[in-house]
T-cell receptor
Framework: KQEVTQIPAALSVPEGENLVLNCSFT??????LQWFRQDPGKGLTSLLL?????REQTSGRLNASLDKSSGRSTLYIAASQPGDSATYLC????????????FGTGTRLQVFP | AAGVIQSPRHLIKEKRETATLKCYPI?????VYWYQQGPGQDPQFLIS???????DKGSIPDRFSAQQFSDYHSELNMSSLELGDSALYFC??????????????FGSGTRLTVV
C-alpha cells in the first residue's frame, strides 16, 4: 500500500530564506507526482507536476525534484516571501491506479517578515 | 483561464438531511474526481468518472452517490447526513481520461457542515 510522508510537518522561517520541503513515498511504481499549495480552508492549487520519467520541474522560484528509485521528492522554494505561507501537499498517482491520488499530510509553512 | 467550478461554496445541513454538490470541470476535460478532506486531514479519494461512466471508487459511503452528465459536469449526492460528513469536498478534473499526463486541476471546494 502506497504511503506518502512529508517532513517537516510545520516550518516557520524569516522572509528571504531558501527552503526545502520533503516528500517520501513507499512504492516507486508511480505515474507522476504533483505538488499543491493549500491556503487555510481553501482549494488546492497545483504548483508542479513531475512525470515518472522526469527528474525535475521548475516554475519561477519553485523547483521540484523526483528520485523515483529512492521514493523521494523535494520542493525547493527560493527567496521565500510572506505570501508563500500555506500548506504544501505532495500527491502521487500510483501506476496501478492513477485515479486515486495519494496525498501526504502536508507541510505547513509560515514565512514571517 | 477557466477553472474547475464547484457549487455551492458553503453548505449547512442538519443530520439526516440530503445534500447535492455540483462540479463543472474545465472545458474539454472529460474526467472528474471527487475527494473529501476532513479537518486537519489530507484529501481522500471518493469516486471518479471518465466519459460519463464511473471509473473508480474509493472510500465512499453507500449513502453517497455520484454521476457525470452529458455535459461532463458531475454531482455528488449525499443522503442521511451524519456529523462526520462535515468536511471540505473537492472536485478535480483532467483531460483525456486516466492516467493523466496533465495532472489534476482542483476546484475551490464545497465546505459542508452538518449540525
Amino acid at each position: 500500500k502506497q504511503e506518502v510522508t512529508q517532513i517537516p510537518a510545520a516550518l516557520s522561517v524569516p522572509e528571504g530564506e531558501n527552503l526545502v520541503l520533503n516528500c517520501s513515498f513507499t512504492d516507486s511504481a508511480i505515474y507522476n507526482l504533483q505538488w499543491f499549495r493549500q491556503d487555510p480552508g481553501k482549494g488546492l492549487t497545483s504548483l508542479l507536476l513531475i512525470q515518472s520519467s522526469q527528474r525535475e520541474q521548475t516554475s519561477g522560484r519553485l523547483n521540484a525534484s523526483l528520485d523515483k528509485s529512492s521514493g523521494r521528492s523535494t520542493l525547493y522554494i527560493a527567496a521565500s516571501q510572506p505570501g508563500d505561507s500555506a500548506t504544501y501537499l505532495c500527491a502521487v498517482a500510483p501506476y496501478y491506479n492513477t485515479d486515486k491520488l495519494i496525498f501526504g499530510t502536508g507541510t505547513r509553512l509560515q514565512v514571517f517578515p | 483561464a477557466a477553472g474547475v467550478i464547484q457549487s455551492p461554496r458553503h453548505l449547512i445541513k442538519e443530520k439526516r438531511e440530503t445534500a447535492t454538490l455540483k462540479c463543472y470541470p474545465i472545458p474539454r476535460h472529460d474526467t472528474v474526481y471527487w475527494y473529501q478532506q476532513g479537518p486537519g486531514q489530507d484529501p481522500q479519494f471518493l469516486i471518479s468518472f471518465y466519459e460519463k461512466m464511473q471509473s473508480d471508487k474509493g472510500s465512499i459511503p453507500d449513502r453517497f452517490s455520484a454521476q457525470q452528465f452529458s455535459d461532463y459536469h458531475s454531482e455528488l449526492n449525499m443522503s442521511s447526513l451524519e456529523l462526520g460528513d462535515s468536511a471540505l469536498y473537492f472536485c478535480a478534473s483532467s483531460p483525456a481520461g486516466p492516467p493523466s499526463n496533465y495532472g489534476y486541476t482542483f476546484g475551490s471546494g464545497t465546505r459542508l457542515t452538518v449540525v
